[in-house]
C-alpha cells in the first residue's frame, strides 16, 4: 500500500521559516515526479512546487519563488519544501503528491498524503 506522510508543519509569524517533509512507503518513487500542493479555506488546491524524478528541474508558483525551495532524495524516499520568508497568505494545508511520470503536469498526480497544516501569523 502505498503511502505518502507529512511533517513539519505547524504555526509561524510572519517573516519565519518552516520545513515540510514527505516519506513515501510501499513503494520507491525515484523515478517519479513530485510535488506539493496547498489548499486555503474556501479556495482551490493549488501547486506550490514541482521536482522531477532526478531533482534537475523544478518548477514554483509565482507567489512562493525566491522563498521556497523543493529538493528530494531518492535515497530516503522522501521530498522537502523548505519555506523562508512565510506569509500569512500562506496559510492553507499542504499536500504532498506523486506521479507515475518522471515529469508531470499538474494534473498528473495519482499518489496523495493527507496534508500537514501550517498557519503563519501576523
Known amino acids: 500500500q502505498v503511502q505518502l506522510v507529512e511533517s513539519g508543519g505547524g504555526l509561524v509569524q510572519a517573516g519565519g521559516s518552516l520545513r515540510l517533509s514527505c516519506a513515501a512507503s510501499?513503494?520507491?518513487?525515484?523515478?517519479?515526479?513530485m510535488g506539493w500542493f496547498r489548499q486555503a479555506p474556501g479556495k482551490e488546491r493549488e501547486v506550490v512546487a514541482r521536482?522531477?524524478?532526478?531533482?534537475?528541474?523544478?518548477s514554483y508558483a509565482d507567489s512562493v519563488k525566491g522563498r521556497f525551495t523543493i529538493s528530494r532524495d531518492n535515497a530516503k524516499n522522501t521530498v522537502s519544501l523548505q519555506m523562508n520568508s512565510l506569509k500569512p497568505e500562506d496559510t492553507a494545508v499542504y499536500y504532498c503528491?506523486?506521479?507515475?511520470?518522471?515529469?508531470?503536469?499538474?494534473?498528473?498526480?495519482?499518489?496523495w498524503g493527507q496534508g500537514t497544516q501550517v498557519t503563519v501569523s501576523s
Open positions: 503528491a506523486a506521479s507515475r511520470q518522471p515529469w508531470a503536469g499538474l494534473n498528473e498526480y495519482h499518489y
Open positions: 510501499g513503494r520507491t518513487f525515484s523515478s517519479n515526479a
Open positions: 521536482i522531477s524524478w532526478n531533482g534537475d528541474s523544478t
